[in-house]
């Protein structure tokens, strides 16, 4: 491509809104367009990059015996409520009506279509297993769309189905997808780390989420260096403090006048953190919104409260959930705000942290305002209707699988596989004849790849001050040619000689025949970050050109015969 008849708009300026390295980098190349908030598209560069991840994807899927398909994005209301997601999936659910008042939604994953194509067309246990994948545009009504591509409201993702017999075919799927998912985020040249997940709104049992590290990411990983343990901090646990063995004090109120935080409390009373519980109080709502309930959780003072260890606890969705107005709150309950404890408190859920029945003589809010307790203690002063682990694994604490400090470290999502088993084909009825005839649920897997999020992680770990430095695999194009004074015409020769004999060899190339100064091309070049470089200049009089990798800081000499084998074989490695 010749690129003074290409349609590129690049940007010298830093955009307003973007904040983070890959969107700053994909609006200034021109890559991608913004429509409206978390809504873009994708001009010629972008959307070659972009093909190129769909295309790996492909390969690795269909290599794993995968077949593709590609379903609407429109889907009727109906299905979501044969799965019960209707109401759970919360506002993030795109929906709109047709025009005689029907309900549908814009796709922001595909578990009910899918689901539906096997129970209507899979009978026999003869035709499982099966894996069927599409490559779509996916909807989500995202609270705070942000950071370009990476938190969108429209989006591309890939989304895998597997439908097999048994639990433990699943666990072949599963790990095929676990395999595939490696391969091509290594193939995207990403460094990234694949961890046990929550499985949120999409349900089922096993979930690893395949986490590109980036310190702009939005996901938070423990791991742990001394064995294998790596989780999202959302899923991983956190052990107990141990048990005391303390003899349980007189339980007594005291006056702590303004100490509305636990760290006021603890200086005031002169007690460690740890000797203190605290209370967060919430407000709950049901399937229309309407508020239900209050919940009191309640955790050590140095602890942090994990939300989805939360609402998995109280077994609602995310989205039903909120902080409580503490004054409204406290005139049905008894909670005062900054004073809040487990005794005195009633008429809401009390949702305790699984170390706390453990730990003795705590110091508590009174449910008064400017008092506290001291030597509060389980069962003998409160009790709790749910007990589980509540806590945030923080970095340093023990590794919940072998004890030794655990590491946090931030990255992006690109990817999560979920063992679903049965939840799906139970709630619609998709069930196959086994060997005997008989009715059998049908076990499923469910894997997805965000395209689009990926390219944005490809840019966020490949860039410098001057711009993007594509690996191969996903680079819009190999190579750039770049002829330094357009008008001279042993360059123009040399250069249009170079440019026909790298696409004869199948090398995708661009031309920089603009007549634009050498210094907007050179900038243009590192900006849009093409991983190889042929500078046409003066030296061509005598057959010579500079060869460079927008990765390296040194260009080469070459003779121009060189320049073009080294090319080829560079493209022929690395792509
Ligand atoms: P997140 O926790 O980031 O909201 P998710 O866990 O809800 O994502 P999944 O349902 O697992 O997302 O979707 C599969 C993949 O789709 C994700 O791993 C991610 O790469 C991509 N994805 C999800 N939401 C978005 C979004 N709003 N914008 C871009 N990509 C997304
Ligand atoms: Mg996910």
């Not at 899918?114 to 909807?139: A, G, H």
């Not at 699988?401 to 990255?411: D, F, L, N």
């Amino acid at each position: 491509m010749r690129l003074s008849k290409m349609h590129l708009k690049t940007l010298r300026e830093v955009p307003n809104e973007a904040e983070i390295a890959s969107h700053i980098l994909l609006l200034r190349t021109g890559m991608i367009r913004k429509l409206v908030s978390g809504v873009y598209g994708f001009m010629p560069l972008g959307y070659r990059s972009i093909r190129k991840i769909e295309e790996i994807i492909r390969q690795e899927m269909d290599a794993k015996g995968a077949q593709e398909i590609h379903m609407s994005a429109v889907q009727p209301a109906e299905l979501w409520m044969e799965s019960g997601r209707w109401f759970k999936y919360g506002p993030e659910l795109w929906r709109l009506k047709d025009r005689n008042g029907r309900d549908f939604c814009l796709g922001p994953t595909h578990e009910e279509i899918f689901t539906d194509i096997v129970r209507s067309e899979v009978n026999s246990y003869r035709q499982l297993p099966l894996n069927l994948y599409q490559i779509q545009t996916k909807y989500r009504d995202e609270a705070r769309p942000r950071f370009g591509l990476m938190r969108s409201r429209e989006f591309i993702m890939k989304d895998a189905y597997s439908f097999d017999k048994t639990f433990e075919e699943l666990d072949k799927s599963y790990e095929d997808m676990y395999d595939a998912y490696e391969r091509v985020f290594t193939r995207c040249g990403l460094t990234f780390r694949p961890v046990e997940a929550d499985t949120g709104a999409i349900g089922g049992s096993n979930s690893h989420e395949f986490t590109a590290l980036s310190e702009v990411g939005e996901s938070e990983i423990a791991y742990c260096e001394t064995c294998s343990m790596a989780a999202t901090t959302e899923k991983a646990l956190c052990i107990d403090a141990p048990a005391s063995n303390e003899a349980e004090l007189p339980l007594e109120t005291v006056h702590t006048p303004g100490t509305k935080t636990i760290e006021d409390v603890a200086n005031f009373l002169e007690l460690d953190k740890t000797q203190t519980m605290k209370a967060l109080l919430f407000v709950t709502y049901d399937d229309e919104q309407n508020e239900n309930g209050y919940v009191a959780a309640f955790v050590r003072g140095d602890r942090e409260l994990n939300m989805i260890k939360l609402v998995n606890a109280l077994n609602i969705p995310e989205h039903a959930i909120a902080f409580a107005d503490e004054a409204k709150m406290g005139a049905e309950t008894g909670c005062v705000g900054g004073f809040t404890g487990p005794v005195g408190i009633h008429d809401c859920t009390i949702v305790v942290d699984s170390e706390l029945p453990g730990l003795k003589n705590l110091c508590a809010g009174a449910c008064k305002e400017d008092h506290h307790m001291l030597h509060v203690n389980y069962g003998r002063d409160y009790k709790a209707d749910i007990i589980a682990d509540l806590k945030l694994l923080k970095e340093g604490d023990p590794c919940p699988v072998c004890g030794a400090p655990v590491k946090h470290a931030r990255g992006i999502e690109v990817g999560q596989v979920f063992k679903l088993g049965t939840k799906y084909s139970e709630a619609m009825g998709a069930y196959y004849k086994d060997e005997n005839m008989e009715d059998q649920l049908v076990v499923m897997g469910c894997y997805g790849i965000g395209v689009t999020r990926t390219l944005a992680a490809v840019v966020e770990q490949h860039h410098d001050e001057n711009g993007i430095i594509w690996p191969m695999s996903v680079a819009p194009y190999h190579a750039i040619v770049t002829i330094v004074n357009t008008g001279d015409e042993v360059q123009e020769k040399t250069a249009e000689e170079i440019y026909q004999r790298l696409l004869g060899a199948g090398v995708e190339v661009l031309l920089d025949d603009r007549k634009e100064r050498p210094g907007v091309k050179f900038k243009d070049a590192d900006l849009l970050g093409i991983p190889i470089r042929i500078i046409v200049g003066r030296g061509a009089a005598d057959g010579i050109v500079e060869y460079k990798l927008r990765r390296d800081a040194d260009k080469e000499e070459r003779s121009m015969e060189d320049a073009i084998n080294k090319t080829i074989q560079t493209v022929m490695q690395e792509k």
